[in-house]
């Protein structure tokens, strides 16, 4: 394959056949003029190519390929996927598949799965929580990390609205927080990490990276659909840190039966462009989301793709600390499962945590949870 395919779900307006819209379609994603209105070489050079049209179901599915060319870019590559054709009625992108050598310049997470694991030194479900909420200063924070870490959660996030308020200045908050986990490694002889919420204007974005560099901190957090995805790759590359995404505003560009399949997504694109780790909005929480689908999605991290790593999925979005012993069992050890405001409620966090712990890591009673 030397071109990028695109499999597109369509639904042609009425009256419409499926093989012209589909047309209309890759010339809408290339030269964006109607058909015959430009130069004839530029059909060969530039205007994308239905592959097939088929039916599925009550909708149609076509492949259409772009020259790779065009494609100078992640940004690029997102607006020749998905640029204008966002901007229709009865269009989702169900799937993006890159030639060799366009997907070599994207070469997945830099240590995926496998690579957190030996961070926090731990076989297993990986259990993860974050420090919250918002309006806390940065002492209360560094408590709540401090006792989460004591209580033998891996991976302690800063809830995805930690920025930087004056109640907990990203500065303080991180020296704070990092220092708290740390002390409480030595104590417990354990490896939790502590992963600050890097997210900000792209001005500011690597100055924040670079002081969590500088005060210990192994991995971060990034939220790509509110920085632009470009943002995730680039911090990937360039950084040597380990990355978890949090899909804060993702739905604007993925739901069921629009815009882009939430395997796609969550699973395909946030693994190729660099996260280690992908906070995926599981079923049964706060958020409308199916088990089909949330299964979908960790086949999609999980599954083999050349020499790219997988990607480590970490179910969140109201993980109940009863439901996570289910997860654990079906979803099996190569998973991360974020419980926070069912740890929060229970009044005593590091108690909290520690019988989490042994439900999930050590087979306790469920109702101990």
Request: charged share 25%; glycine share 12%; aromatic share 4%.
């Amino acid at each position: 394959m030397d071109r990028i395919e695109v499999i597109y779900r369509i639904e042609p307006p009425v009256g419409e056949v499926p093989e012209a819209f589909a047309r209309r379609l890759a010339l809408e994603q290339t030269v964006e003029l109607p058909e015959g209105s430009y130069p004839p070489r530029i059909e060969e050079a530039s205007v994308g190519v239905v592959e097939s049209v088929s039916r599925t179901g009550t909708r149609w599915e076509a492949v259409v390929s772009y020259a790779p060319w065009l494609a100078d870019g992640v940004p690029q590559l997102l607006n020749l996927v998905f640029g204008n054709a966002s901007l229709l009625a009865g269009v989702e992108v169900l799937d993006v598949r890159l030639p060799r050598a366009l997907g070599a310049t994207l070469p997945g997470p830099r240590i995926g799965s496998e690579g957190l694991r030996r961070l926090v030194g731990r076989d297993g479900p990986l259990l993860c929580s974050a420090a919250k909420p918002i309006g806390l200063d940065a002492k209360e924070l560094a408590t709540r990390c401090g006792a989460l870490a004591r209580g033998g959660i891996d991976l302690i996030k800063d809830d995805h609205g930690l920025s930087n308020q004056p109640t907990a200045p990203f500065e303080e908050r991180v020296a704070r927080c990092a220092e708290a986990v740390e002390c409480a490694n030595r104590e417990t002889g354990g490896r939790a990490l502590y992963l600050p919420n890097v997210t900000a204007p792209v001005e500011e974005l690597p100055g924040r990276v670079e002081r969590a560099r500088s005060l210990g901190c192994e991995a971060v957090v990034l939220s790509p659909f509110l920085t632009g995805l470009d943002t995730l790759r680039w911090l990937a590359q360039t950084q040597r840190m380990a990355v978890v995404t949090h899909p804060a505003f993702a739905a604007a560009v993925s739901a069921p039966g629009r815009g882009m399949a939430p395997r796609l997504v969550f699973g395909t694109l946030l693994r190729m462009l660099g996260a280690d780790g992908v906070i995926v909005i599981g079923a049964k929480g706060r958020f409308p989301v199916s088990e089909a689908q949330v299964e979908d999605i960790v086949r999609s991290l999980r599954e083999p793709r050349g020499t790219e790593r997988p990607a480590l999925p970490i179910l969140g979005g109201g993980v109940d600390v009863r439901l996570a012993p289910r997860w654990a069992r079906e979803f099996g050890p190569d998973v991360g499962l974020l419980v926070g405001g069912s740890l929060y409620a229970q009044g005593d966090l590091e108690a909290a945590a520690r019988r989490l712990v042994a439900v999930v890591r050590y087979g306790g009673s469920e109702s101990d949870a």
